[in-house]
């Protein structure tokens, strides 16, 4: 959070300030499902490195391509929620484990 003297001092200079969401215009809906697809990005790739697996031996076992594997955990627009959670599934993950990672939420970067 930007601290209030420094959002006024950037404002009175003719910036605006505010959430990536209002700059995006997203709607409430569109925010939680990115905030989801991330959650579920984030724990795809931590589920492979638990699993020791490189991203071409998690493609194999999703019959895909590495570099689709990259974009899938890095929560790539092109990328459907059905392939990054059918690939937390080959990799061992219960229904209940997904419905964990989307209730955390996306993991806050620094």
Do not use: C
């Not at 959430?19 to 931590?46: C, G, H, N, W």
């Amino acid at each position: 959070m930007m601290q209030l003297s420094k959002r006024k001092k950037l404002e009175d200079t003719g910036w605006k300030v505010g959430t990536a969401d209002e700059f995006l215009e997203l709607t409430p809906e569109e925010s939680v499902y990115i905030e989801m697809k991330l959650a579920l990005s984030y724990t795809l790739r931590q589920r492979r490195l638990h699993n020791k697996l490189s991203q071409a031996e998690l493609a194999k076992k999703v019959h895909s391509s590495q570099s689709r594997v990259a974009k899938m955990e890095a929560g790539d627009p092109s990328v459907s929620i059905d392939l990054i959670m059918k690939s937390l599934l080959v990799l061992g993950a219960t229904p209940k484990d997904l419905a964990k990672a989307i209730s955390a939420g996306s993991p806050q970067v620094a």
